[in-house]
């Protein structure tokens, strides 16, 4: 079964640009999440999709966003870039959680986003 | 609010020595569930465990193991003799119930392993 994949791997854009992330779950996996990591920071949640709906956001401006399709790949937008959102962007997709259960994330190998 | 810290930044060892990283969280949930991570230079995050707030038995799997004290709020990670190939940055991570909060986990700092030869 293959694994959870983002492209592209690497970006370098510069401030004031705009990039759109993408990523695509497991098979059968409907919801995915997207983190930020950076040195100072660390990990960080952004938001969470599920049936193309955005079930949870983290506390990012509302630069950042996010859309899920019918077939569950997910893209992720950043408008204005500027130099802080310089990071990785880490992906993750589950089957999703059911009531009283939790079903484990797999994590894509990233983005790394570089804005000068 | 949730939160999971990891006191230890980095930590170096010698090949086939034990290494124990800590984890400590906060919460005010009664159900919730703990993770470890490994992220190894490549980037991507490697899930090794899942823990659920109701289960405090401690896990072994093959060199790791894993000790659950709710008592303490802690969740930490053994590596019995240590390799080099466990190099890499190991994550502690909290999630609420998937009813509350989805999927969302809540990660600590990360701790730096380095396994020298």
Same mark, same amino acid.
């Given at each position: 079964k293959a694994g959870v994949t983002q492209t592209p791997r690497y970006l370098i854009k510069t401030r004031g640009q705009q990039v759109t992330l993408s990523c695509s779950p497991i098979s059968g996996h409907r919801s995915v999440s997207w983190y930020q990591q950076t040195p100072g920071q660390g990990l960080q949640f952004l938001f969470e999709y599920f049936s193309e709906t955005q079930r949870n956001k983290g506390n990012f401006p509302g630069r950042f966003s996010g859309r899920q399709f019918s077939n569950s790949r997910s893209e992720m937008n950043v408008s204005t870039l500027e130099l802080g959102d310089s990071?990785?962007?880490?992906?993750?997709?589950?089957?999703?959680?059911?009531?009283?259960?939790?079903?484990?994330q797999f994590f894509g190998p990233g983005t790394r986003l570089t804005v000068l | 609010a949730q939160k999971v810290t990891q006191a230890q930044t980095e930590i170096s060892v010698v090949e086939k020595e034990d290494v124990t990283l800590d984890c400590v969280y906060e919460t005010r949930d009664t159900t919730y569930y703990l993770f470890w991570y490994k992220q190894p230079p490549s980037g991507e995050l490697v899930f090794l465990i899942r823990r659920n707030s109701f289960d405090e038995q401690n896990e072994i799997s093959g060199r790791y193991s894993w000790? =659950? %004290?709710?008592?303490?709020?802690? =969740?930490? =990670?053994?590596?019995?003799?240590? %390799? *080099? *190939?466990?190099?890499? *940055?190991?994550?502690?991570?909290?999630?609420?119930?998937?009813?509350?909060?989805?999927?969302?986990?809540?990660?600590?700092?990360?701790? %730096?392993?380095?396994v020298n030869p």
């Open positions: 990071a990785l962007y880490l992906c993750a997709s589950s089957f999703r959680p059911r009531t009283g259960t939790y079903n484990e | 000790n =659950f %004290q709710k008592s303490t709020s802690s =969740f930490n =990670f053994t590596i019995t003799a240590s %390799q *080099v *190939v466990d190099s890499a *940055v190991y994550f502690c991570a909290l999630s609420e119930p998937p009813e509350t909060s989805g999927s969302r986990l809540t990660f600590g700092e990360g701790t %730096q392993l380095t």
